[in-house]
């Protein structure tokens, strides 16, 4: 049984941007902590909101919220094992793992 990450073929790193999308942070203080442009970061959220179907970044922090309540209502913890990301393959792709 595929993942809701896995499902939405989503990369390392988009992961971590909607995860930094919980804590309300904007894309410039995103792309400070990570070391990006903010260009980049905002470039990669929005392949995120595409492939999860969403239109805003509201939108995207709800549908992870909810990915990680249903995590933790079948016992697993809301920390996203590397397991649950898309392959190396699809995180070079879009050339957003260095």
Same mark, same amino acid.
């Given at each position: 049984?595929?993942?809701?990450?896995?499902?939405?073929?989503?990369?390392?790193?988009?992961?971590?941007?909607?995860?930094?999308?919980?804590?309300?942070?904007?894309?410039?203080?995103?792309?400070?902590?990570?070391?990006?442009?903010?260009?980049?970061? $905002?470039?990669?959220?929005?392949?995120?909101?595409?492939?999860?179907?969403?239109?805003? $970044?509201?939108?995207?922090?709800?549908?992870?919220?909810?990915?990680?309540?249903?995590?933790?209502? $079948?016992?697993?913890?809301?920390?996203?094992?590397?397991?649950?990301?898309?392959?190396?393959?699809?995180?070079?792709?879009?050339?957003?793992?260095?």
């Amino acid at each position: 049984m595929k993942t809701m990450i896995q499902e939405f073929d989503l990369t390392a790193v988009e992961l971590q941007l909607l995860q930094a999308l919980l804590s309300g942070a904007s894309n410039k203080q995103i792309a400070r902590e990570l070391g990006k442009s903010e260009f980049t970061v $905002r470039n990669q959220l929005s392949v995120a909101f595409q492939k999860i179907g969403v239109a805003n $970044r509201m939108q995207a922090a709800f549908w992870f919220r909810t990915y990680l309540v249903a995590r933790e209502e $079948r016992g697993l913890g809301t920390s996203v094992p590397l397991s649950e990301l898309a392959t190396d393959k699809t995180i070079n792709r879009y050339g957003s793992f260095r």
